[in-house]
């Protein structure tokens, strides 16, 4: 994760030679800070002066502590010397250190399978050798006033052995052939329902599927092949399956860490599977405790899927959901145009940016590839409020394996 490479670089730009203001709470006492007679115990809050190359280190060291930390604040520089925004005092006492890694010492790197579930399935069942699962359900999401035509749908795994985790993709075969007279080939959707499936039974899969329709260069209506094909099942057809696949969305074993998730329109399906396993499952080995926080782009407000069970899990869970839509024909940003993702990530952006610095929050991004530069510009206005080059600080978090994409 951090790295003595990644700080150099880090000092030789201007965030680098910044200093940051971070207050902590929660902070335990162990028996060294004891014998040092620190004052944790009878203090709310505990201020840092940390410099920008060491901020990883520091936050890492506040979480093994058992730390909150509740705000971050560039301090201005004169002379060379920080001077803080907030007037209060920093004890040098204050500064926590672990008892047994010196303070000079970088973290080690934090393997892939400490991060994520280890024995992720994969290709269980291919092209050539597919599962016929069956239709269980297909129901529409757009409601009224929205556009287009979105369905969930859910699938019978029964009799086979398909196992799949949250953030995976499933094949889907369309029955018939292409143009060229060779059987239609597979297209991957993203799964919007947890390892468990929508009747918590270990059996079902879903999928939260769009119809594909446009014109052509002719001004012919044409309409998706496989697209088309789902939304229009019944309860009992046939579903030729593939899969699952994927390894770059999964969900992280560590129930404190912080998810943000950045959807548009059927994006949101992986982010539905997150959300349905920390708030709607009862999970003995997954109690979520951190924050989720769903930024979810849409045209309007009928076309926000999942909306009402959205809406109840943050009300049930103020403290560990936030839903923050984005909605382009009827919200305005600030400066009086359509209302999109990144408008609403700099909006958030000086909380955005707190959150991201932290090593156990990871940040997924879901939906049409256009998408990306736009969130890269929001995210890149957060960064550069606090003197950071957002480029090179989205190459440390995809190193740290917590910038994750999957947009098409």
Not at 6 to 15: E, F, L
Not at 22 to 38: F, N, P, W
Not at 62 to 89: D, F, M
Not at 103 to 129: D, L
Request: some cysteine; glycine content about 10%.
């Amino acid at each position: 994760m951090y790295s003595p490479s990644a700080a150099g670089s880090a000092n030789n730009t201007t965030a680098g030679s910044r200093v940051f203001r971070y207050e902590v709470t929660g902070l335990r006492q162990g028996d060294e800070s004891d014998k040092a007679g620190y004052a944790i115990r009878k203090s709310g809050s505990v201020f840092f002066n940390v410099p920008y190359s060491r901020m990883n280190d520091f936050m890492r060291r506040i979480t093994r502590l058992g730390g909150k930390i509740v705000n971050i604040l560039p301090l201005t520089i004169e002379s060379g010397h920080g001077v803080p925004t907030p007037p209060a005092p920093i004890a040098a006492a204050e500064t926590p250190e672990p008892t047994s890694t010196p303070a000079a010492a970088p973290a080690a790197p934090v393997s892939h399978e400490h991060i994520f579930p280890t024995n992720v399935p994969v290709n269980t069942y291919k092209p050539k050798n597919p599962f016929v699962g069956k239709v269980i359900s297909n129901e529409g999401l757009v409601r009224e006033g929205g556009d287009g035509v979105v369905q969930h749908l859910t699938f019978d795994l029964s009799g086979g052995d398909l196992r799949y985790l949250e953030g995976q993709s499933i094949g889907i075969i369309p029955p018939g052939t292409d143009k060229n007279g060779k059987p239609n080939k597979l297209r991957l959707y993203s799964i919007a329902s947890t390892q468990h499936g929508d009747l918590l039974d270990d059996k079902t899969v879903s999928l939260c599927v769009r119809q594909l329709v446009y014109t052509n260069d002719a001004g012919e209506r044409v309409e998706g092949v496989c697209s088309t094909f789902l939304c229009n099942v019944k309860p009992g057809d046939d579903v030729t399956i593939t899969g699952p696949v994927g390894k770059e969305m999964l969900l992280p074993v560590d129930p404190t860490a912080n998810i943000i998730m950045m959807g548009t329109g059927t994006g949101i399906a992986p982010f539905r599977a997150f959300l349905w396993r920390m708030f709607k499952e009862n999970n003995p080995d997954y109690q979520f405790k951190g924050l989720a926080w769903l930024f979810f782009g849409v045209a309007y407000t009928g076309n926000i899927l999942y909306k009402d069970d959205l809406e109840k899990m943050q009300a049930e869970n103020p403290d560990h959901c936030r839903i923050t839509y984005a909605i382009s024909r009827e919200q305005q940003n600030a400066q009086g145009g359509k209302m999109y993702i990144p408008d609403r990530i700099k909006e958030n952006a000086d909380e955005l940016w707190a959150l991201v610095q932290k090593p156990n929050t990871h940040v997924y991004l879901c939906g049409l590839r256009g998408m990306e530069p736009g969130i890269d510009e929001g995210m890149s206005a957060a960064a550069s409020k606090f003197g950071v080059n957002w480029a090179d600080y989205q190459k440390q978090m995809r190193k740290e394996e917590r910038w994750h994409v999957e947009t098409y």
